[in-house]
């Protein structure tokens, strides 16, 4: 079965830099895409960035993470990473990793089109 493994979260302060990693195990890692999503408290879950695991095109849904957050992917490790840089304070939320089969392009990155979850990372970041 699909598996999807968080790690890298943490507690900064604003400014610092965390990165995420999400293993994918059970899945056919080529093909498909693997999106970054994060929840804040009260506040629904929203997409943050997406890889599309065939070729490496990358999409960035939220304009405030734009420059400061890169997704990448290591192939051989089917492995996505999220590294963040001159975090904030509002960055801090519970990260989940997610996937899905097949991307077609200008997919909607939203959770419903998503089947595949991790158990999520905490990064807070403070003031």
């Known amino acids: 079965q699909v598996q999807l493994v968080e790690s890298g979260g943490g507690s900064v302060q604003a400014g610092g830099s965390l990165r995420l990693s999400c293993a994918a195990s059970?899945?056919?890692?080529?093909?498909?895409?693997i999106g970054w999503f994060r929840q804040a408290p009260g506040k629904e879950r929203e997409g943050v960035a997406l890889?599309?695991?065939?070729?490496?095109?990358?999409?960035y849904r939220i304009d405030s993470v734009k420059g400061r957050f890169t997704i990448s992917q290591d192939n051989a490790k089917n492995t996505v990473n999220l590294q963040m840089n001159t975090l904030k304070p509002e960055d801090t939320a519970m990260y989940y990793c997610?996937?899905?089969?097949?991307?077609?392009?200008?997919?909607?990155?939203?959770?419903?089109?998503?089947?595949?979850w991790g158990q999520g990372t905490q990064v807070t970041v403070s003031s």
């Open positions: 059970g899945y056919t890692y080529s093909g498909n895409c």
């Open positions: 890889i599309y695991t065939d070729g490496g095109k990358t999409y």
């Open positions: 997610a996937a899905r089969i097949g991307c077609p392009d200008g997919i909607i990155f939203t959770p419903p089109n998503f089947a595949y």
